[in-house]
């Protein structure tokens, strides 16, 4: 099993900047794809950003530029760096995990089987 627990989140201000954090424990493969999503009420979940072991990084168009996806290797730790943050960035915001797959062994990193999922937090930008 691997469980994920979320840290991080909370309110900012257009503008400013915000991280999440995403400590895993549990057996990885040695390729594995992890990722951030996040989800508005009332809106679709959407992928926001992945990071794999081979050290790929992929980016939502919405963010690109603005977020940093990064990990720390040896304790399979996932970070969200959020800069420049909008109020349409307002969402719970889910890290994941696929243990057993790169996200390169996908079509699209997203559909990677995330079948480990973190608690969820919030953030939320005012404007």
């Known amino acids: 099993q691997v469980q994920l627990v979320q840290s991080g989140g909370g309110s900012v201000q257009a503008g400013g900047s915000l991280s999440l954090s995403c400590s895993a424990s549990?057996?990885?493969?040695?390729?594995?794809?992890m990722a951030w999503f996040r989800q508005a009420p009332g809106k679709e979940r959407e992928g926001v950003a992945t990071?794999?072991?081979?050290?790929?990084?992929n980016y939502a168009d919405s963010v690109a530029g603005r977020f940093t996806i990064s990990q720390d290797k040896v304790q399979k730790n996932l970070y969200l760096q959020m800069n420049m943050v909008k109020p349409e960035d307002t969402a719970m915001y889910y890290c994941?995990?696929?243990?057993?797959?790169?996200?390169?062994?996908?079509?699209?990193?997203?559909?990677?089987?995330?079948?480990?999922w973190g608690q969820g937090v919030q953030v939320t930008v005012s404007s």
């Open positions: 994941a995990v696929d243990r057993s797959h790169s996200c390169s062994d996908y079509p699209t990193p997203w559909r990677a089987s995330f079948g480990f």
């Open positions: 990071s794999d072991s081979d050290g790929r990084t």
């Open positions: 549990g057996w990885f493969s040695r390729n594995y794809c």
